[in-house]
């Protein structure tokens, strides 16, 4: 079935509204709207039930990353909580150079993502299964990506001490959050001094179609993080570092 005449001319005109052609990457986002949408119906994988939410909350928003010089090039790239694959899989459909890696700790995600990769035949995108606070420690993903992106995934302060340990020396996070943000950027200089971050800078944008903002946080690695961190499961959210 796919996308809907309407639910295309949604997803060109906001890639436009983000400096990108979508034409030649219809196909693939049709294909996923399909997958995402038979899957939810058989298990919870979003909330956002019509064309237009997918297209501009999940599709489009997740494309926001791209307004960022940091994703040309063959990167390797981790997508911290991917849920059901925002935004790593928008990200590899459109920028199939990078190699993506997308990780969540619910086993259903996982196999969804598995599913969608394998439908639209995504080479170099990795699903992966587990908690970041034990595979941050282990050395095959230790200090291993070049960029790590979050979306939706927690306050920063609690994002920041799962997501560093990831990137390499010279890489950079980007967490994706929305217009409030000042508070948590205001608590997060004590947090970074311990991870090896540098001070965050603030791209701000509005999501084209929604006209809503959006605010990409960008945190350069700057110093290796500490083997102790990040601590074991649950303690992050529990006893942020800030």
Known sequence: MGLSPKGIQLLLEGGRGLGLDLEAHLPAFSRLYDLLMEANRRTNLTALRT???????????????????????????????????????????????????????TKKKVAFVSQAVEALGLKGAYPLWGRAEELAHLPEHREAYGRVVARAVAPLCVLVELGLPFVALGGYMVAQKGPRVAEELASLPKALALLGGSPPTLHTLLLPVAQEERSLVVVAKEASTPARYPRRPGVPEKNPLC
């Open 51 to 105: 064309e237009e939410e997918v297209v501009v909350k999940h599709f489009l928003d997740s494309l926001t990353l791209l307004t960022l010089p940091l994703f040309q090039g063959p990167w390797r790239v981790l997508d911290l909580g991917t849920g059901a694959g925002f935004p790593g899989i928008p990200l590899k459909i459109v920028r199939p150079e990078l190699e993506v890696t997308l990780l969540d700790a």
